[in-house]
């Protein structure tokens, strides 16, 4: 399975001088705890901001969100990969640079979606299960 599939394929974005507060407030908007930070009208992806970034590196050090640019606190530089990069690369991917999640690029790197190590591990669940029904009707049954 690629990349491509598994990701989330809504995408929050915002600019680097946008607010942190308008940037939270687009993630309550579309439900989600990442933003894309994306630069020009190229719409590269420059930075990640997540909601724990926004409570550990804003609130807690009390930072006025409604005049600190994204910027600021966003991760950087991004992690991304192709969306037809199979699971297992983006798995090794993550493993070495440390990080949960990765944009997903299409073509001209544009972005098409966010891939999660959340969305790995439900990926996982589901073929686990699936894995134990077959064995379940593999096993002979005994009767007494």
Do not use: F, N, W
């Not at 439900?31 to 020009?40: A, K, N, Q, R, S």
């Not at 997540?50 to 640019?69: Q, S, Y």
Request: with cysteine; glycine share 8%; proline share 3%.
């Amino acid at each position: 399975m690629s990349a491509g599939r598994l990701c989330s394929r809504v995408v929050a974005t915002a600019s680097p001088d946008e607010t942190i507060g308008a940037a939270a407030r687009r993630m309550a908007e579309y439900d989600v705890g990442t933003i894309v930070v994306l630069e020009g009208d190229r719409h590269r992806a420059v930075g990640i901001l997540t909601d724990r970034d926004i409570a550990i590196r804003g609130v807690a050090r009390k930072v006025d969100l409604e005049a600190m640019p994204v910027s600021a606190l966003m991760s950087a530089p991004v992690q991304s990969i192709g969306e037809h990069t199979p699971i297992e690369q983006a798995l090794s991917r993550m493993a070495i640079v440390g990080a949960r999640r990765l944009v997903v690029t299409g073509e001209a790197d544009r972005v098409v979606g966010i891939l999660s190590l959340d969305d790995v591990l439900e990926l996982l669940v589901q073929e686990t299960g699936t894995i134990g029904r077959l064995l379940e009707k593999q096993q002979p049954r005994i009767s007494t």
